[in-house]
């Protein structure tokens, strides 16, 4: 049931999306349209500046522990160099969401 809702609602967003570039390519757009998205995206990279700030100080916490950056770590640990102790994997863990929000603020700005 769960992965019904999710599907339906990943095609209600293309469905906006798709609806949202036939009115900018008629050149229907307002000047609300064109605020309400300019706020959207800043807030949303606002957002994103924010967990990638307390991610990278969760890292901060695992590599002073562990001696390692955590890029090298998650190598390594790609790499099954270092075990699949539950610190390990939470730090791994972490390492992906910091990832993730990084990617999200490229995608909503010119920021990495």
């Known amino acids: 049931m769960q992965m019904q809702t999710a599907e339906t609602r990943t095609k209600k967003r293309s ?17 609300l349209m064109d605020r309400t998205l300019d706020k959207l995206f800043s807030v949303e990279a606002a957002e994103a500046r924010k ?41 791994a863990s972490f390492f992906d969401m910091y990832r993730n929000a990084q990617g999200r603020l490229a995608a909503l700005s010119d920021e990495v």
Do not use: C, H, K, P
């Not at 798709?18 to 757009?29: D, F, N, P, W």
């Not at 890029?71 to 610190?87: I, K, L, Q, S, V």
């Open 15 to 31: 469905s906006r999306l798709a609806q949202l570039i036939r009115i900018y390519e008629s050149g229907q757009v307002s000047e």
């Open 51 to 91: 967990d990638i700030e307390d991610l990278r100080a969760d890292l901060l916490r695992f590599e002073t522990r562990f001696g390692m950056e955590s890029e090298e770590f998650y190598n390594r640990f790609e790499a099954g160099e270092m075990g699949d102790d539950g610190d390990y994997i939470e730090w």
